[in-house]
């Protein structure tokens, strides 16, 4: 029998998309300024990953209010198709310690699932590109799941594995998913969250090395039988 099932948020959690989404978030805002759409500016990385976990509509409409709808899907198209070729360059990384990490997980009897708010080709990409296959079992994006938010995607997705379930992310789209559900998360302070975005998790962890204790240490603190990790 499973010890539970832990549900991975993935860009700021898994994979360090700043290598990524920076270069690509600069070249759709360059395309903007050329169309006439917004006024030329600089954007730090921390200005830009602000937006990283955020469904597309939701991030266009609130980083450019008022911003034709044709325009802001031309705009994230751009993003998508540079990160696509950033990612097939191999500009890509996990976090240090995500194999280990998951691998210790996988040792202990969890199962392993994907919990993102990313387009459905991204996710089989990524897939391919660092072989997620070996750890995990399960994949739910946003894409999969058309005007769901990330709570939402995960009340339908719990139910189908093991439990207790655990949720694991940077943002505060993550810890709404498992708040919700009344399951416990683990906050990663070394994602893109903004200060404040992780009081509410369960447990905090600085490094994904920390993972499988902080999973453990969020299920004992809701009265599990913690494995040995």
Not at 26 to 38: C, I, K, P
Not at 108 to 122: K, P, Q, T, V
């Amino acid at each position: 029998m499973a010890a539970g099932t832990v549900f991975f948020d993935y860009d700021g959690t898994l994979h360090d998309c700043m290598r990524l989404y920076g270069p690509a978030f600069r070249a759709a805002y360059a395309w903007l300024v050329q169309e006439g759409y917004a006024d030329a500016r600089t954007f730090s990385d921390a200005e830009i990953s602000r937006w990283l976990g955020w469904r597309v509509r939701d991030m266009w409409e609130t980083f450019m209010p008022g911003l034709p709808e044709r325009a802001w899907h031309q705009a994230s198209r751009i993003v998508g198709e540079e990160m696509d070729r950033l990612l097939d360059a191999g500009e890509g990384a996990l976090f240090p310690g995500v194999p280990e990490a998951l691998g210790c997980l996988r040792e202990e009897g969890f199962e392993l699932a994907l919990l993102s708010n990313c387009r459905e080709g991204y996710c089989e990409r990524h897939r391919r590109a660092f072989g997620l296959d070996r750890w995990l079992g399960a994949y739910y994006c946003a894409g999969m799941f058309p005007g769901l938010e990330k709570w939402e995607i995960f009340a339908q997705a719990a139910d189908r594995h093991a439990q207790p379930c655990v949720v694991v992310g940077d943002r505060f789209h993550d810890l709404e998913a498992g708040i919700r559900a009344g399951v416990p998360t683990v906050g990663c302070a070394f994602g893109y969250g903004a200060p404040g975005e992780l009081e509410r998790a369960t447990v905090r962890v600085e490094s994904f090395a920390e993972i499988p204790d902080a999973v453990c240490r969020a299920l004992e603190m809701h009265r599990a039988v913690r494995p040995t990790c």
